[in-house]
């Protein structure tokens, strides 16, 4: 699990990284390691010797998105103890709700709008975060890009959720709508394509957009430029600030809207061939 999401940090610069390190499987997290990411952002808030969380992907990818695999093992199997490790719950402490009903894969929807799972932990982390795109950007990855303070992006990154071409939903949808602008999401969701950085800078979802040489350099800039102004205790307040904006804008509530709408995955008919 330490191997999938390494975590550092520099006292000095006061600048955290934590690097998603599974290149061989485009830096899918596991279950267990998306939940050692939302405890690493949790200790890294609470840390006097961090201001600036920078978020990377070793190899030639950010991420495309979580271990789908592994996922619908756990959620598919007799065996309850995966599926309540989900949840931080041991195996035989509690009865998880049967396969068959609603509750069943809606517990897992909700709990993706709590910000101990892992998925959209940065919303509540009161440092500033800086996410460090290249390649594929999918997925999961892409609920990071939706709530990082600044994205910084490899002219040749991806950004899109494959999700949008068969399931049709994912716990971000109305955040990313904030963030990209509602006809620009809604192309990308009802085409189903990616789009690129140069698409995603013109809507104003990136900060900046570099050659890939160069990006490493660039977010080294930011994250500098960010640690070295304003004290923790400032920070914290600013990020205070935008917190309760964004939960005008419905940030929370999209969160939940978004959970439910996937949990009523069951009741969709396929489209019958000809």
């Not at 402490?93 to 959209?120: C, D, L, M, T």
């Not at 205790?233 to 809207?257: A, N």
Request: proline residues 4%; glycine residues 8%; hydrophobic residues 40%.
């Amino acid at each position: 699990m330490d191997k999938v999401i390494r975590y550092e940090k520099d006292a000095k610069t006061r600048i955290a990284t934590i690097t998603f390190d599974r290149p061989g499987h485009l830096n899918a997290p596991t279950i267990a390691a998306r939940l050692r990411y939302a405890d690493l952002l949790h200790r890294a808030s609470i840390d006097d010797d961090v201001k600036v969380l920078v978020i990377r992907g070793a190899g030639e990818d950010l991420g495309s998105g979580a271990d789908l695999e592994e996922f619908m093992d756990v959620m598919n199997s007799e065996d309850q103890g995966p599926r309540l490790a989900e949840f931080r719950i041991g195996a035989d402490e509690v009865k998880y709700p049967p396969i068959g009903s609603f509750r069943h894969g809606a517990s897992v929807s909700q709990w993706y709008a709590n910000p101990n799972s892992g998925i959209r932990g940065l919303q509540d982390f009161k440092k500033i975060s800086i996410l460090e795109v290249k390649g594929y950007c999918y997925g999961w990855h892409f609920y990071q890009a939706a709530d990082a303070d600044l994205v910084i992006s490899s002219d040749d990154a991806l950004f899109g959720h494959p999700s949008f071409r068969y399931y049709g939903w994912g716990p971000r949808m109305w955040w990313w709508a904030q963030t990209m602008g509602i006809r620009k999401f809604q192309e990308m969701v009802f085409t189903g394509r990616a789009f690129t950085a140069a698409e995603m800078y013109d809507c104003n979802f990136l900060n900046s957009v570099v050659p890939r040489d160069q990006l490493e350099a660039e977010v080294a800039k930011y994250a500098l430029a960010c640690a070295r102004n304003r004290p923790n205790d400032t920070v914290f307040m600013q990020k205070v600030f935008f917190e309760i904006m964004k939960q005008f804008q419905g940030e929370y509530l999209g969160s939940l809207l978004s959970g439910f709408f996937e949990s009523m995955g069951s009741g969709v008919r396929p489209t019958p061939t000809t």
